[in-house]
């Protein structure tokens, strides 16, 4: 019996894959206190506390790898940040965003895979990746119009058309880095009484009922019918359950915050900003970016 017992853990030993042991001795292999804690580098404090599971770390090191992987993805989100986009006051002076914010999942598997038969702490290792644009090119760029669109609305609806306004006041010269992604929601914010929107008729499961903010879909719906002008990436859209009159068909892009979103890439190659004109009944979107840029894209197309 004992015999037949030592045969097994010698064939578990020969099952190990070479590679998890190249940077531990083997008699170091097993730790008494072996939790690896994740510290988050805002707070210093610990934010999570993981154990590596012996049976599968021992007998299957590609299993215990990808289940490190599995667990660092889902844990990843949470610490993920959208960019918000820089902006220009009305003096023309930029009001600084904030970078996307992500974790490096490479790393952060890498340096739990490294502790998992030591223990010890693991900084979470964050990106930051900021607009990607010039500071020297913001004067210049209200030179030339890319992309332009209007669309109509009722100014007798009073509430509707005070959200319309805010939202539009809200993208109104915002600054769009090459690659940088638009997000309608993290660059409106919310949309309630406390940031003056007003009740008025918002399209609800194929429904129209009233609801604070309604009418901001005909501002993300002008903002997607410019951009797309000049053939960016769409991110997220999502459409009205029912036709709207202010676009046409299947040319809108409905919004909710804390819900669907309209979002797209820069995927021109060159920075802009948007551009909104508000007049009672009407909206207008337009792309602009500098000279040199224009022709730089002209000359791409």
Not at 20 to 49: L, Y
Not at 50 to 62: A, H, K, Q, R, Y
Not at 228 to 257: C, M, N, Q, W
Request: hydrophobic share 40%.
């Amino acid at each position: 019996m004992k015999t037949k017992c030592a045969v097994f853990l010698f064939t578990i030993v020969l099952l190990i894959p070479y590679q998890t042991f190249a940077f531990f001795p083997f008699n170091d292999v097993i730790s008494e206190n072996r939790a690896i804690k994740i510290v988050d580098p805002f707070s210093d404090k610990i934010v999570k506390e993981i154990v590596p599971d012996d049976l599968l770390l021992l007998t299957s090191f590609e299993s215990y790898k990808q289940t490190i992987e599995t667990w660092v993805e889902d844990f990843s989100k949470g610490y993920r940040k959208p960019m918000i986009l820089d902006r220009l006051d009305i003096s023309g002076e930029v009001i600084m965003g904030r970078p996307l914010i992500t974790v490096d999942e490479a790393a952060l598997v890498n340096n739990i895979l490294e502790l998992s038969f030591s223990g010890g702490e693991v900084e979470l290792p964050l990106i930051y990746t900021e607009s990607d644009y010039k500071k020297s090119d913001v004067p210049y760029l209200n030179e030339v119009v890319l992309a332009s669109y209007t669309t109509f609305f009722n100014s007798a609806n009073s509430g509707r058309s005070k959200n319309i306004e805010l939202s539009a006041i809200a993208i109104n010269n915002v600054i769009v880095g090459s690659g940088d992604i638009f997000s309608f929601n993290t660059t409106v914010g919310p949309r309630d009484v406390t940031t003056g929107y007003q009740e008025a008729p918002e399209i609800i499961k194929g429904k129209l009922v009233m609801g604070i903010g309604g009418g901001i879909c005909q501002t993300s719906s002008t903002l997607f019918n410019a951009v797309d002008l000049l053939g960016v990436k769409t991110i997220e859209r999502h459409r009205h359950s029912r036709d709207i009159g202010y676009v046409p068909k299947g040319r809108d892009a409905t919004v909710s915050f804390g819900g669907l979103d309209y979002q797209f890439q820069n995927t021109t190659g060159i920075p802009f900003i948007i551009k909104t004109y508000y007049l009672p009944g009407v909206i207008t979107i337009q792309i602009k970016t500098s000279q040199e840029y224009a022709e730089i894209l002209k000359n791409e197309l």
